[in-house]
């Protein structure tokens, strides 16, 4: 993981992929366009071509924290919430995922770009 | 005493964003202004009643105030708008015709740089950018030589919301007023930061926000300009006079102003140029840099961080921007809120166009901005905190 080379960062533009057994559309930053696409497969493929070739359930509870407060509230939860919600300091989680919290947790659970300086 | 001015409790969130908007707003100044406009709140200048006719002059003597703050003269017409990067599109826009080209720097915030990209789209004008070097300063020769016979303006930043550096204005205006070309100066960073003094240093159009270093609600901001600046409306509607004539008004301010005006937020920035006056002769100015200094002193001392161009503090603001290896900045603006409780502003900044040239794209960079109400222990915490998140990197 390296703030600077940013290739994962970096805008490639959109496009599709077929995953699951069905065409998904990804923004260029390589977030989900739909919420709906998100599936334990999808995170899977994803997180392995991010290096995070072992799940734990620690990775499974993020995700399904973030995905269900998405899907309750219409927004990505705020830091404190994240912590609440995980039982993690925001530092731990972001060691939890490769690519760090906005380019990895949030874009692994399928939550929408932010695209926000934050 | 005063954290009482502010109404805010000292152990509070640690914001150290105030580049991004200062907070909170001295609680006096909002208080008055208020009660003010609970007494006046009629629609300025429309209508002949007194209470109309009093709140006009309320506006004027706020115009007046901007025009001696900024070091303006008296005939210098002073336009409200909401923001800078409105009052910059009217200037930029009012002043340039088919054909034209522009000057202005890579160290511009998106307010100027949108602006100079969709009038090149559409055909209208071209423009060139000059660079910075490796301390954030924009050399004066560059600008000189960028100037065409057709250069129309040259546009640029006080100081860089990125980096913090403040331009020589002096000298760029110098070389504009030789050329006979407007320059066109872009305040939003140093307007109630550092002294601004327009008509010394051959300003043309002048363009602030309130809500910075002004110490102002957001929504309110505006321009000023050099009364023989050839400006062109760029909307039109009620003025409060001339009723009669379809076409818009054409005397000062009336041109660049369209709509009722914001005179809650016009109010409060009165309220708060007052209070910068006073608390300049206490030396804030000072304080905040020194406490800057201290900051970047103890980002210098752990590995790991990397600071940019504050190698000298020197034509400075209190702000700086850098990096903790091994993390994209987004997150440790999550981690230093979520964990630490402190406010910074991680990103590109809106001015994408520096961050290129630090290398920073497109992760940008973290950036800390010191205000009135940062003391030396909440400046130990965030430099305790980078400490932390950078060993865990």
Known sequence: ?118 | MIYEEFLLDDKALIYLDNAATSYPKPAGCMLRALARYIELGVSPSRGGYDLAREAETAVSDVRHALRCFFGADENYPVCFGSNATDALNTLIQGLTEPGDHVVSTCLEHNSVLRPLHHLRAQGRIEFDLAEFDASGFVNPDDIAAMIRPHTRMVVINHASNVLGTVQPVSAIGEICRNKGIPLILDVSQSAGAIPIEMKKWNVSGLAFTGHKSLLSPSGIGGLIIHPDLPIRSIRFGGTGIDSGNLFHTQTFPHRLEAGTLNLLGILALGESLLYLQERETQGYRPREMWLTERLRDGFSEIYGIDQYAVQSLENHLPLLTCNVRGYAAADVGAILDGDFNIAVRAGLHCAPLVHERLGTAPNGAIRFSVGFLNSIDSIDSAISAMSIIARNA
Request: hydrophobic share 35%; net charge neutral; with cysteine.
């Open chain 1, 1 to 118: 993981m390296d703030a600077h080379s940013g290739d994962h960062q970096a805008d490639h533009g959109p496009c599709v992929r077929v995953m699951d057994s069905r065409k998904i559309l990804f923004d260029g930053e390589g977030f989900l366009n739909d919420f709906d696409d998100w599936s334990e497969t999808v995170f899977e493929t994803l997180a392995k071509e991010r290096g995070l070739t072992q799940i734990t359930d620690q990775h499974l509870r993020v995700v399904r924290f973030m995905r269900e407060y998405y899907a309750y509230h219409g927004r990505a939860p705020m830091n404190r919430q994240l912590k609440e919600g995980t039982g993690l300091s925001v530092m731990a989680l972001e060691k939890v995922f490769p690519d760090g919290l906005k380019h990895g947790a949030r874009r692994l659970s399928g939550l929408p770009n932010p695209k926000t300086c934050n």
